[in-house]
């Protein structure tokens, strides 16, 4: 399994992401692996907080770029949205496979009524983000950084685009213009993250907050939760949210017009003028 599941004498569920080899790639069982645990957690009543982390020295590289057949592996899942069209071709497969399980399953996880913290570090690229901004605490070791590459693929960012709220518009602009990462530390002046600790202290320090919350009324916990994500809603991010989506579409149906796939084939060479490749060292 990709994805490991606990549950403490306190009801604090851990859901580990563990595809070490690949840095923790997403592929689609990935996808699927971690969506089951998040329900999981959010059905067991016993259950109080959910941490998310990642065994290795990175929570994310993102999306697998190298998996074969991403909409066929589909098949071995039941989906949990009604946008469907899974086996049409070209753009409309892929917006369907984006809004059920890169969007769709962000909003979900973002929307389970119990707090969720995110433990992360080293790198946490592109659909990384993914997995950290929907959890409402994120904790980061010093080696952490966030970063979003997808303007070097001629794509226009994350599918689950909240960069706006999470680093402010201008920062938003020049992370997503340059594809450099925020380090650890301007995340926490950003109020991205909400501490910085060492790597060595960031399973003890997330354990401790999480015991705090823990012990907390649950239903106020929900209640709360549910007043700050509608104070947000409420400048705009569900439809801020619907409008990046679809001109994140519109920037692969030109890369597919013009390169015949998805994304800019320089991005896996380089050759882009002044472009790094983007992959985290081991
Ligand atoms: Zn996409």
């Known amino acids: 399994m990709s994805v490991n599941y606990e549950v403490s004498?306190?009801?604090?569920?851990?859901?580990?992401?563990?595809?070490?080899?690949?840095?923790n790639a997403q592929d689609t069982d990935l996808l699927y692996s971690l969506n089951e645990c998040?329900?999981?957690?959010?059905?067991?009543?016993?259950?109080?907080?959910?941490?998310?982390?990642?065994n290795g020295a990175h929570f994310s590289s993102g999306h697998d770029m190298n998996e074969p057949d991403k909409?066929?592996?589909?098949?071995?899942?039941?989906?949990?949205?009604?946008?469907c069209g899974f086996s049409c071709s070209d753009i409309e497969a892929q917006m369907g496979r984006e809004r059920e399980m890169y969007l769709g399953f962000s909003e979900r996880w973002r929307n389970i009524p119990k707090p969720t913290i995110a433990q992360v570090q080293g790198a946490v690229?592109?659909?990384?983000?993914?997995?950290?901004w929907p959890c409402d605490i994120i904790?980061?070791?010093?080696?952490?950084?966030?970063?979003?590459?997808?303007?070097?693929?001629?794509?226009?960012?994350?599918e689950f685009f909240h960069h706006p709220w999470e680093v402010g518009v201008r920062r938003a602009k020049e992370m997503l213009f340059t594809g450099e990462p925020v380090t650890a530390r301007e995340a926490l002046d950003l109020g991205m993250v909400t501490r910085v600790v060492a790597d060595d202290e960031l399973a003890a320090t997330v354990q401790e907050l999480a015991s705090v919350i823990a012990r907390?009324?649950?239903?106020?916990?929900?209640?709360?939760?549910?007043?700050?994500?509608?104070?947000?809603?409420?400048?705009g991010r569900p439809a801020a949210l619907e409008t990046s989506f679809a001109l994140h579409q519109l920037s692969h149906a030109e890369n597919l017009l013009?390169?015949?796939?998805?994304?800019?084939?320089?991005?896996?060479?380089g050759s882009r003028s002044g472009l790094k490749p983007s992959a985290p060292a081991p």
């Open 139 to 158: 904790i980061a070791g010093e080696s952490a950084y966030f970063q979003d590459t997808t303007i070097d693929m001629a794509v226009a960012g994350a």
């Open 71 to 83: 909409i066929g592996a589909m098949s071995r899942w039941e989906t949990v949205g009604t946008w």
């Open 216 to 235: 907390k009324p649950p239903f106020a916990l929900k209640l709360v939760k549910q007043a700050v994500n509608a104070a947000q809603d409420a400048q």
């Open 38 to 54: 998040f329900d999981r957690a959010a059905h067991d009543d016993e259950v109080r907080v959910i941490v998310l982390k990642a």
């Open 125 to 132: 690229v592109a659909g990384g983000l993914m997995l950290v």
């Open 258 to 269: 013009k390169h015949g796939r998805l994304v800019d084939p320089q991005f896996f060479t």
């Open 9 to 23: 004498a306190e009801g604090i569920a851990r859901i580990t992401l563990d595809r070490v080899e690949k840095r």
